[in-house]
């Protein structure tokens, strides 16, 4: 079966501080996708990026980058020098192969709250 | 360009009651997929709908239902509501062979009393 793990419920920083959100998954397949979602208060879960199991090349994206280890099944996701208006819950997800990510399973999500 | 779109954005019903949600889902999409998300949860997979039938399905009671119809669009039913049904249920949309990214829509928040 799989899971995903965001371990930190809850993160407070203040404006321009780095944060890295951590996103632990299992699965037994060999190939699937991986994904970052942000939700803001008005509720639409928000893509920021797909990953597959064979593209383990970090990604940078402005202020965004992504650190995918398959060793430690772990992609994490940090914001470089954060702003208010990155105050939001993001959900790390997890999907098979087949499903060609349609299907997807994901963590419990983190609370980001940037303070001016 | 209409991203997805859910009615209505607010519900609250009685336990025991039904339920139907509507989605429209972005333009030029053909798959829908439903979600429920509990407060303070990830998002649960319900299921998808692709060709008016249902494709894929989570692990949900046989009282949470689909239909979509020939342009696209979706519905969501939940018969013989219960107290723990009170979630966002958000709709996703996609371009079935594209390999995009699901869009997903505001969500409807069932309130069950």
């Known amino acids: 079966a799989q899971k995903v793990t965001q371990a930190q419920t809850e993160i407070s920083v203040v404006e321009k501080e780095d944060v890295t959100l951590d996103c632990v998954y299992e699965?037994?397949?060999?190939?699937?996708?991986l994904f970052w979602y942000k939700q803001p208060p008005s509720g639409e879960l928000v893509f920021l990026i797909r990953?597959?199991?064979?593209?383990?090349q970090n990604e940078i994206s402005g202020r965004y980058s992504w650190n995918f280890q398959k060793s430690t099944s772990s992609f994490n996701f940090t914001i470089t020098a954060s702003q208010v208006v990155d105050s939001a819950v993001y959900f790390c997800a997890l999907s098979e192969d087949k499903n060609a990510g349609n299907m997807l399973t994901f963590g419990g999500g983190t609370r980001l709250m940037v303070k001016p | 360009d209409a991203g997805v779109t859910q009615s209505p954005t607010h519900l609250i019903k009685t336990r025991g009651q039904q339920v139907t949600l509507r989605c429209s889902p972005k333009s030029g999409h053909d798959t829908v997929s439903w979600y429920q998300q509990a407060l303070g949860q990830g998002p649960q997979f319900i299921f998808q709908y692709y060709e008016e039938e249902e494709r894929q399905r989570g692990n949900f009671p046989d009282r949470f239902s689909g239909h979509q119809y020939p342009n696209y669009s979706s519905e969501l039913n939940v018969n013989a509501l219960l107290l723990g049904d009170s979630a966002l249920y958000l709709c996703?949309?996609?371009?079935?062979?594209?390999?995009?990214?699901?869009?997903f829509g505001n969500g409807t928040r069932l309130t069950v009393t």
């Open positions: 990953r597959n199991s064979f593209d383990e």
């Open positions: 699965t037994r397949d060999t190939t699937y996708y």
């Open positions: 996703a949309s996609s371009l079935a062979g594209s390999n995009s990214p699901l869009h």
